[in-house]
């Protein structure tokens, strides 16, 4: 078999001191995931001071979509998208911002990601895609932030009055001031 002379060889390697070549393929590819997390925390660090020291919202964005292109599975993307988003808003760019909020929605769901949806698409008067979004949230994210939970349910009924459709309305507003009254 050649299996056995090769094994031999490896051995006789790890004998004299030589690291295995699996090792050595290990700890390049830890070398290489450490550098793109490190470089992807320097995007998003520039991206934040754009916005916070310089109120560069566009710059912002480009350093955001760069961060979700080149490193769409780390821990940093999800807050690229979200952040996206919030930099619309601060552009006055709805659609861009429901767009980004979408894409937040759909590669990295989260009780936040669909609250400012629902809330950009309320904004917008899209109330029937909102009312999915608030729902959505509550319904996935029983656990989420207080907050957010007596947000959106005051802006279902909100929705709902704004459709005309005032019967589910005031049914809302009820179900809201019986659990959320003495807030």
Known sequence: SHF?????????????GEPAQPANFL??????????KEE???????????????????????????LID????????????????M?????????????AF???VENYPSASAHYYLASAYQRQGQFKEALEQYKAMLQ???????WQ?????????????SSQRFDEAIEQYDKFLAQYGES
């Open 27 to 36: 700890v390049k590819k830890f070398d290489q995931k450490k550098a793109a």
């Open 70 to 85: 080149k490193f769409p599975s780390t821990i940093y993307a999800d807050s690229a998208q979200f952040m996206m988003g």
């Open 87 to 99: 930099c619309y808003g601060w552009l006055f760019e709805p659609q861009k911002q429901i767009q």
């Open 149 to 161: 939970r007596l947000l959106a349910e005051y802006n279902i009924a909100q929705c709902l009055e």
């Open 40 to 66: 992807a925390r320097t995007l998003l660090a520039q991206a934040e001071s754009s916005i916070y020291n310089d109120h560069d919202y566009k710059r912002a964005i480009r350093d955001y979509q760069t």
């Open 4 to 16: 056995v002379p090769a094994a031999e060889a490896a051995l006789k390697r790890i004998a004299d």
């Open 102 to 104: 979408q894409k937040a």
């Open 140 to 146: 996935n994210y029983p656990d989420t932030y207080y």
